[in-house]
């Protein structure tokens, strides 16, 4: 069986993430975030990415640890994995 991202709905990603974000402590959701954003830049969704980027710090998640990594790669001009 082939676990690739077409197995998977985007429906089905913000399910998942919505729910691990429920599971973990506050200090650990930059970290869950940046897993969320990385499923779309790994797709080269990039402004699906940077959507939820955006909507992640609206939300109040800091950007940092991990989740400032992925802030880096979206303002890339040459975006990860071209």
Same mark, same amino acid.
């Given at each position: 069986?082939?676990?690739?991202?077409?197995? =998977?709905? #985007?429906?089905?990603?913000?399910?998942?993430?919505?729910?691990?974000? /429920?599971?973990?402590?506050?200090?650990? $959701?930059?970290?869950?975030?940046?897993?969320?954003?990385?499923?779309?830049?790994?797709?080269?969704? =990039?402004? #699906?990415?940077?959507?939820?980027?955006?909507?992640?710090?609206?939300? /109040?998640?800091?950007?940092?640890?991990? $989740?400032?990594?992925?802030?880096?790669?979206?303002?890339?001009?040459?975006?990860?994995?071209?």
């Amino acid at each position: 069986m082939d676990w690739g991202f077409e197995m =998977f709905s #985007d429906t089905d990603v913000d399910a998942a993430f919505e729910y691990s974000m /429920g599971l973990v402590s506050t200090e650990k $959701l930059p970290n869950v975030a940046s897993a969320k954003v990385m499923w779309y830049i790994h797709q080269k969704k =990039f402004d #699906d990415a940077s959507r939820i980027f955006h909507k992640m710090i609206k939300n /109040g998640i800091p950007v940092v640890d991990d $989740l400032f990594l992925v802030s880096e790669m979206l303002s890339s001009p040459t975006k990860t994995n071209e």
